[in-house]
């Protein structure tokens, strides 16, 4: 599709400060379900049956998560990723652009090779240079919806194979860990780090694969969403009450279905994370949560703790991502090993929510001794950020 030229709306600080309060409540929430990948085996890192006994409150817990986090606030993030795209090119143009994607990729490389395989960075990255080579940022936003769509629709093709699949070949469901393998996998990931950083690279060609195959497709329709969301406004008015609450009722029914389904299945098959229409769900979900957002203005108190505590998250999501992973690693791996896939969902839980309360305290007390976060710093003197009458700190 040729790409047809159309002004960006000039943003504004309320239009920013409600995207920094969108991305903080995005970046928080990740760690809700990061934490099982942190603490768990690769391969069990989003299942509930990695040991033999199953308690009905991590069932229970396990059911929520599909319901209203599973891939929820990746998505949002990655909504909100399209329109950073967008502001960036507005105010500093495609070449500041490329060279902070290019450096955002080194990042992801660094931090997926010798930190955390199941980084982000890479992949969004990667995303973000092909979405500005093929000038998608040039749409107008009825055009970037319909390219959106198509982009989306060929993401769902690999989880709709992997659906029949499932429907006929009945393949033998993930069995729980037994202690032999269990002590392997613990002493795998908290024993000698060569062996970590050997095992991490040939799961790293294998998740090169699945975003060639299928999530740079879904990361690039939301980007464009996000892109469109914010060229047609709706960042400075959301939905109306009735259709947030119709996405969010219309997310919880399907992704009920899913629940209902794993039970059947005994939890044999991480049907939350593999599912066709779970993309959809989260999609519906992660605009509703925005939605909410954009219209707790009509609140002003309520607003006003938004802004005091989610938009200085959102101002240094970068830094809490990278240190999200440095935190739980050196929690799980360091300073109790004897914690990794032994403990569970609602410790893990616990784990998470504390976090999220440390970053909450630290972003705001760090904002105001500093204008922006430490990484976002340095981030920006690598890519060389030019200077411009009206630049702001939230990209």
Same mark, same amino acid.
């Given at each position: 599709m040729q790409a047809t030229s159309q002004p960006l709306m000039n943003s504004n600080p309320a239009r920013v400060g409600q995207l920094d309060i969108i991305r903080g409540f995005a970046i928080l929430g990740i760690i809700l379900m990061n934490v099982f990948a942190f603490a768990n085996p690769p391969d069990f890192s989003h299942s509930v049956i990695w040991q033999p006994a199953i308690s009905s409150l991590d069932i229970g817990l396990y059911n929520l998560q599909t319901v209203l986090f599973s891939g929820r606030?990746?998505?949002?993030?990655?909504?909100?990723? %399209?329109?950073?795209?967008?502001?960036?090119?507005?105010k500093y143009g495609e070449n500041y652009l490329q060279r902070r994607l290019s450096w955002?990729?080194?990042?992801?490389? $660094?931090?997926?090779? =010798?930190?955390?395989?199941?980084?982000? @960075?890479?992949?969004?990255?990667?995303?973000?240079?092909?979405?500005?080579?093929?000038?998608?940022?040039? $749409?107008?936003s009825p055009a970037l919806w319909r390219k959106g769509v198509m982009l989306f629709s060929i993401s769902l093709i690999m989880p709709v194979i992997?659906?029949?699949y499932l429907l006929l070949a009945t393949p033998p469901p993930l069995q729980p860990l037994d202690a032999e393998m269990l002590l392997a996998e613990q002493m795998l990931w908290t024993g000698p780090y060569l062996a970590q950083l050997t095992e991490t690279?040939?799961?790293?060609? =294998?998740?090169?694969?699945? =975003?060639?195959?299928?999530?740079?497709?879904?990361?690039?329709?939301?980007?464009?969403?996000?892109m469109a969301l914010y060229k047609s406004?709706?960042?400075?008015? %959301?939905?109306?009450?009735?259709?947030?609450?119709?996405?969010?009722?219309t997310a919880l029914v399907i992704s009920g279905s899913t629940a209902v389904l794993d039970h059947v299945t005994g939890y044999g098959y991480d049907l939350a994370v593999s599912l066709p229409w779970e993309q959809i769900s989260a999609l519906l979900m992660a605009l509703a949560f925005a939605s909410t957002l954009i219209n707790a203005r009509q609140q002003p108190a309520l607003?006003?703790? $938004?802004?005091?505590?989610?938009?200085?998250c959102g101002r240094m999501a970068f830094t809490l991502y990278l240190s999200q992973s440095l935190?739980? *690693?050196? @929690?799980?791996? *360091?300073?109790?090993?004897?914690?990794?896939?032994?403990?569970?969902?609602?410790?893990?839980?616990?784990?998470?929510?504390?976090?999220?309360?440390l970053q909450l305290l630290f972003c705001r007390w760090y904002l105001q001794h500093f204008n922006q976060g430490p990484l976002e710093w340095i981030w920006r003197r690598l890519s060389k950020?030019?200077?411009?009458?009206?630049?702001?700190?939230?990209?």
């Amino acid at each position: 599709m040729q790409a047809t030229s159309q002004p960006l709306m000039n943003s504004n600080p309320a239009r920013v400060g409600q995207l920094d309060i969108i991305r903080g409540f995005a970046i928080l929430g990740i760690i809700l379900m990061n934490v099982f990948a942190f603490a768990n085996p690769p391969d069990f890192s989003h299942s509930v049956i990695w040991q033999p006994a199953i308690s009905s409150l991590d069932i229970g817990l396990y059911n929520l998560q599909t319901v209203l986090f599973s891939g929820r606030f990746l998505t949002l993030f990655n909504l909100l990723f %399209g329109v950073s795209l967008l502001l960036i090119v507005e105010k500093y143009g495609e070449n500041y652009l490329q060279r902070r994607l290019s450096w955002l990729a080194v990042f992801g490389l $660094l931090h997926i090779s =010798f930190i955390w395989l199941g980084d982000i @960075l890479l992949w969004y990255a990667l995303t973000g240079l092909l979405v500005l080579k093929q000038g998608y940022h040039k $749409l107008d936003s009825p055009a970037l919806w319909r390219k959106g769509v198509m982009l989306f629709s060929i993401s769902l093709i690999m989880p709709v194979i992997y659906s029949v699949y499932l429907l006929l070949a009945t393949p033998p469901p993930l069995q729980p860990l037994d202690a032999e393998m269990l002590l392997a996998e613990q002493m795998l990931w908290t024993g000698p780090y060569l062996a970590q950083l050997t095992e991490t690279l040939w799961l790293n060609l =294998f998740m090169l694969l699945g =975003f060639v195959m299928a999530l740079y497709w879904l990361m690039a329709a939301l980007m464009l969403f996000g892109m469109a969301l914010y060229k047609s406004g709706w960042f400075s008015q %959301g939905y109306s009450r009735h259709i947030t609450i119709l996405l969010f009722l219309t997310a919880l029914v399907i992704s009920g279905s899913t629940a209902v389904l794993d039970h059947v299945t005994g939890y044999g098959y991480d049907l939350a994370v593999s599912l066709p229409w779970e993309q959809i769900s989260a999609l519906l979900m992660a605009l509703a949560f925005a939605s909410t957002l954009i219209n707790a203005r009509q609140q002003p108190a309520l607003y006003q703790g $938004l802004q005091r505590w989610l938009a200085p998250c959102g101002r240094m999501a970068f830094t809490l991502y990278l240190s999200q992973s440095l935190l739980m *690693v050196l @929690l799980f791996k *360091v300073l109790k090993p004897d914690w990794f896939a032994s403990l569970d969902r609602a410790a893990l839980l616990g784990i998470a929510i504390a976090t999220i309360i440390l970053q909450l305290l630290f972003c705001r007390w760090y904002l105001q001794h500093f204008n922006q976060g430490p990484l976002e710093w340095i981030w920006r003197r690598l890519s060389k950020k030019p200077v411009t009458i009206a630049a702001d700190s939230s990209h």
